[in-house]
C-alpha cells in the first residue's frame, strides 16, 4: 500500500507538523498565501483520506461528498470547530480533530492585553503622537479607566475564560461575573460568581466575550445587549466576529451607548479597510491574533498533524484532542 494522501490547506503551517506530515503521508498543498479558493478545494480534496485545515476552511456536505468515502479525518489546527459541518461528518463517521487546550495562555494573554490597550487608551494615545497633539503632560488628558476596584464580566467560562479570570485576579478587580451552563467550581479561585446574562451587562465595568459561536450565540451582542451595558463599559471580544451584530456595536460606538471596544475578530476576515470600526477612536481592532506565540502556533499544528496520523495509523483513540462527536 502507498502512503496515505493529505491536503492541507495552508502553505505556511508551523514546521512541526508539516514535517510531522511530510515523512508518513503524501502530501497535497495549497501554496498560495490566501485561503484556498472553494472551487480549488473542491477539486484538490478528491481522493484524499485526510484533511488538515483551518478556520477560514468551510467543511461541508459538499465538500466531504467531493472528497469521497476514503476520507476518514479532518483536522483543524483551531480551538473553534464552527467552520465544520459536525452533523455531516458524523454522518459519514468521519473523525475530527482540533486544538483546544494548547492555545489557552496565549489566547489568555492577548485578551488581557487588548483589555488594557482598550481601556488605557493606548493605540489612540500613540497616534496622537504623530498627529502632533501631545503638547506637554495634562491631568485628563487621555485617561481611561482602570481595571483595579473594577467589575468584569466574562461571557462564556471554558477554558479561555477561566484562564481571563485567573489573569485578571493580579490586577486586584472588586469582582467577577460570569456566564455559563453550569456552576464552575474552578471559578472560585478568583472568587468569580455566576450570574445571568442581562445582571452581567448590567454590572459588569468590563465585558470579555469568550463563549463559543454556536446559532445560539450568534448575534448575541445586538443593539438590546449594548443598551442594557453601562455607558461607561469597554466591550471585548476574544471568541468569533458573529457572535456580535457589528452594525450595532458600531452605532453603540458613535453613539457613547457604550464607551469603547476591543476586538480580536470581527465579520468579515480581513476587515474591510473602509469599515467604520477602523474609523472609530474608541475601537481597537486586532487581526485575529489570539493564538499567535510562536510556540502556541508550533504546538498547534503538532497536535493536528498528530490527529490526522492517530486516525490513519488506526489509533483514534491516540487524539489527544479529538472531538468526541
Not at 156 to 172: A, H, P, T
Not at 208 to 232: D, G, I, Q, W, Y
Amino acid at each position: 500500500m502507498g502512503k496515505p494522501k493529505v491536503l492541507i490547506t495552508r502553505p505556511d503551517i508551523p514546521a512541526a507538523g508539516l514535517n510531522m506530515l511530510r515523512e508518513r503521508c503524501q502530501i497535497t498543498l495549497w501554496e498560495k498565501a490566501e485561503p484556498i479558493p472553494r472551487l480549488e478545494l473542491l477539486s484538490k480534496i478528491h481522493g484524499v483520506n485526510g484533511v488538515y485545515c483551518v478556520l477560514t476552511d468551510k467543511i461541508d456536505d459538499e465538500v466531504l461528498e467531493a472528497a469521497g468515502p476514503q476520507l476518514q479525518v479532518v483536522a483543524t489546527m483551531s480551538v473553534g470547530i464552527d467552520h465544520l459541518d459536525l452533523n455531516a461528518l458524523k454522518k459519514k463517521d468521519i473523525k475530527i480533530g482540533y486544538t483546544p487546550n494548547v492555545l489557552t495562555d496565549a489566547t489568555a494573554e492577548l485578551i488581557v492585553a487588548l483589555l488594557l490597550a482598550t481601556s488605557r487608551r493606548l493605540l489612540e494615545a500613540n497616534r496622537a503622537i504623530y498627529r502632533g497633539e501631545w503638547k506637554a503632560w495634562a491631568p485628563t488628558w487621555m485617561c481611561g479607566p482602570g481595571l483595579s476596584g473594577s467589575t468584569v464580566g466574562i461571557v462564556g467560562l471554558g477554558r479561555i475564560g477561566l484562564r481571563v479570570g485567573e489573569c485578571l485576579k493580579s490586577f486586584n478587580i472588586a469582582k467577577l461575573l460570569y456566564t455559563s451552563r453550569t456552576v464552575k467550581p474552578e471559578a472560585s479561585k478568583f472568587h468569580g460568581e455566576k450570574v445571568e446574562l442581562n445582571e452581567l451587562l448590567r454590572d459588569s465595568d468590563f465585558v470579555v466575550v469568550t463563549t463559543a459561536l454556536t446559532p445560539e450565540t450568534r448575534h448575541m451582542f445586538n443593539a438590546e445587549a449594548f443598551k442594557r451595558m453601562k455607558s461607561t463599559a469597554i466591550f471585548v471580544n476574544g471568541s468569533r466576529g458573529d457572535v456580535v451584530d457589528q452594525a450595532a456595536l458600531i452605532e453603540a460606538l458613535k453613539s457613547e451607548t457604550i464607551a469603547a471596544a476591543g476586538l480580536d475578530v470581527t465579520t468579515p476576515e480581513p476587515i474591510p479597510l473602509d469599515n467604520e470600526l477602523l474609523k472609530l477612536d474608541n475601537c481597537v481592532v486586532l487581526p485575529h491574533i489570539g493564538s499567535a506565540a510562536m510556540q502556541t502556533r508550533e504546538e498547534m499544528s503538532r497536535i493536528t498533524a498528530n490527529n490526522i496520523l492517530a486516525v490513519l495509523n488506526g489509533t483514534p483513540e491516540a487524539m489527544p484532542a479529538e472531538l468526541k462527536l
